[in-house]
């Protein structure tokens, strides 16, 4: 979207200091550029400040204490305004805004009139951001938001600690929140999505989770169903006996409800005696039958695991009881090692005394058996075998023998029921009232098909939400975004290290340059190079995107046109702990013994005039730099804005200091 800094504007904490006001062309590589602490890099957080940014990101010191007004004059469709913001002062910021159109003359006094949430909506208005939510939910996290013009601020600058940063490559997303918060909106970005598409997205995931929520209470509907099923299926049994229902009924939930209903109904309506039909008591015993072949069936299984169970502890006591056997027998054994070694001696004999070769022999032996019977001992007390399945069969047995004891419990209610269940009147009107209560309980009302018709109605409309995301094409309209942007950060990257025979793209979902390889391998920013490499794919990709946003068909994009970088030469000439900077110096002795990085310095200046070129002068450049106009002034399209190298020089005039 084309937009232009026509100047950045101060205006003093003492009035009768004269405006500071910093002019900017806006077909131009517009270059402020001298001594280190004359307050160049200032310009970038005074820019974003008067933008809305949350946080003042403007040195503390004598630039806050000397302004009470930070302020551009901007063009921004065909018309001038004038933007500014109170000083924060001390404190992280202001919310004290100006915004008005340029009447032709710089105000010399400014006056308040919205505060930050007026001129953001003023600035999202002109924008014309959607301002659907990146979430449905009725207060969504704070990187859920709709989004902003704000979130467009990672495409204009690229202050110091980001232009040659091989982790961070947009401006702000070294944090988490503006990270989630620009990998949000960069579709709408790029133009990958509208904002019917967003709209359609948000409804779309709201009717999601109104199903959700839908499907949950019908599940929980259906297990209410299963936990009342057994109570419902005894009173149908209750009815069959008495006559009140026939003998022939589906198993299906829904409908032994509707029948016991039925019953009800006839009860209320004083015509149940004439719903009687021939009481079926052989029902009951069918179902007394079947009960106790399962409960007979479920004792034997019992019976065969207790077996096995009182096998398995016999086992285990028989082990215990040979360990202490064979233990009892060690105590009582002499060492066979005591006896090799007197035998060694001279071959005797130690109980007659006669002398043989042959003792040596016996002893092995000996040892042979003792061994023997120590290892079966040591496998009897050590091998976990035996434990292991005892303790496995005792679970299993105590979940067996509980499902005899629910099985009993199914037979004898089956008993106590038929005991009670007698073909009288009286009895008949007892289980209507049983039944009535249960379907009080149960609560059976027409809310079940409610929720269902409802379900479907989302369903159908969350088909028709996809129809229109699908109609859009956004998968294709991804691929030709991806690849046109890389085609461009390919074109502006010449010359860049990367890995071999590999394609650049901007990764929108990590924020940053990705590399894939023919054979399917992926490198990213922070493996590719050195300093100077990092810096120039910030370039590449930063000039490549705003070429995309520069084409026709782009134009009402919302990221603003314009970059502001600041000082890209630092992979060449980095400034020291104190400040100072070879750039400083006098160039004649630099370019004499620096001369491949004055060379490489003056290569920056040409590829942002090439972008400026290529994008048909639909951005603005702004570039905050060390090095002077013998390295850039050759280059087409530079303009310099101001240069900061005498004493009393800088952002700050020498006459408001006094």
Not at 288 to 297: F, P, T
Not at 562 to 585: A, E, R
Not at 628 to 638: A, C, L, R, Y
Request: glycine fraction near 6%.
């Amino acid at each position: 979207m084309k937009f232009t800094i026509n100047a950045v504007i101060l205006w003093p904490l003492d009035a009768k200091n004269e405006i500071q006001y910093i002019p900017f062309e806006e077909d131009k590589i517009n270059i402020i550029h001298g001594l280190s602490g004359t307050g160049k890099s200032s310009i970038v957080h005074i820019i974003d400040y008067a933008l809305g940014s949350s946080k003042c990101q403007i040195p503390i010191g004598i630039i806050r204490d000397s302004v009470d007004w930070f302020g551009l004059k901007i063009t921004f469709k065909s018309e001038s305004w004038i933007l500014a913001r109170r000083t924060p002062g001390k404190a992280q910021s202001s919310g004290e805004f100006h915004l008005s159109s340029f009447n032709g003359s710089i105000p010399n006094i400014i006056v308040r009139n919205m505060n930050r949430d007026d001129f953001k909506d003023s600035f999202n208005a002109l924008v014309r951001m959607s301002d659907l939510p990146h979430s449905d939910e009725e207060k969504p996290r704070p990187f859920d938001r709709r989004s902003s013009y704000r979130d467009m601020a990672a495409f204009n600058f690229l202050p110091q600690h980001i232009v040659a940063n091989p982790n961070t490559l947009f401006f702000k997303t070294d944090s988490y929140k503006h990270k989630e918060r620009l990998t949000r909106a960069m579709p709408y970005a790029l133009g990958i999505v509208d904002a019917n598409y967003v709209m359609n997205e948000r409804r779309k995931d709201e009717a999601e989770k109104e199903l959700d929520s839908i499907n949950k209470q019908i599940a929980t509907i259906e297990k209410s169903k299963k936990a009342w099923s057994h109570e419902v299926n005894r009173l149908i049994s209750g009815c069959i006996e008495t006559g009140l229902l026939p003998s022939m009924i589906s198993d299906d939930f829904e409908i032994r409800v509707g029948l016991l209903q039925s019953v009800v109904d006839a009860y209320n309506e004083r015509r149940l005696e004439d719903t009687l039909t021939e009481p079926n008591r052989l029902h009951s015993n069918n179902e007394y039958r079947a009960a106790l072949a399962a409960e007979m069936a479920q004792n034997e299984i019992v019976e065969h695991l207790a077996s096995e169970v009182s096998g398995y502890e016999d086992l285990s006591a028989d082990g215990h009881k040979f360990n202490q056997a064979i233990e009892m027998e060690r105590s009582h054994a002499i060492s066979l090692d005591w006896l090799r070694k007197t035998v060694a001696q001279n071959n005797e004999c130690i109980a007659c005394g006669s002398t043989t070769a042959a003792l040596p022999l016996v002893i092995e032996n000996l040892e042979n058996r003792v061994n023997q019977v120590t290892r079966i001992s040591d496998v009897l007390r050590e091998n976990p075998v035996i434990d292991n399945t005892l303790s496995s069969l005792k679970r299993n047995l105590a979940k067996q023998q509980k499902e005899l004891q629910r099985l009993r419990s199914i037979k004898n209610e089956i008993l106590n029921r038929d005991q009670k269940l007698k073909n009288s009147i009286n009895q008949i009107y007892f289980l209507a009232g049983s039944i009535a209560s249960l379907l009080k309980r149960l609560g059976k009302t027409e809310a079940d098909e409610s929720l269902s018709l409802q379900a479907e109605d989302l369903e159908k409309k969350i088909r028709n939400y996809e129809r229109a995301m699908k109609a859009s094409n956004r998968s294709t309209r991804e691929q030709q975004v991806d690849y046109a942007i890389s085609e461009l950060i390919g074109d502006y990257s010449e010359g860049l290290e990367a890995p071999e025979g590999s394609t650049i793209f901007l990764d929108r979902k990590d924020l940053t340059l990705r590399f894939d390889g023919k054979d399917g391998e992926r490198d990213y920013l922070w493996e590719v190079g050195s300093g100077a490499n990092w810096m120039g794919y910030h370039l590449a990709a930063f000039l490549a995107i705003h070429e995309f946003l520069a084409q026709p068909l782009n134009q009402h994009l919302p990221p603003f046109g314009f970059i502001v970088i600041d000082q890209p030469s630092q992979v060449y000439f980095p400034s020291s702990h104190s400040g100072s900077n070879d750039l400083d110096g006098d160039f004649a002795d630099i370019n004499q013994k620096r001369p491949a990085d004055v060379i490489a310095t003056q290569r920056i200046f040409q590829t942002l005039s090439e972008g400026l070129k290529r994008s048909n002068f639909n951005v603005q450049i702004i570039v905050l730099e060390h090095a002077g106009e013998e390295i850039w002034k050759s280059v087409d399209h530079t303009h310099s804005v101001a240069s900061w190298y005498k004493k009393g020089d800088g952002l700050i005039p020498e006459s408001w200091q006094h």
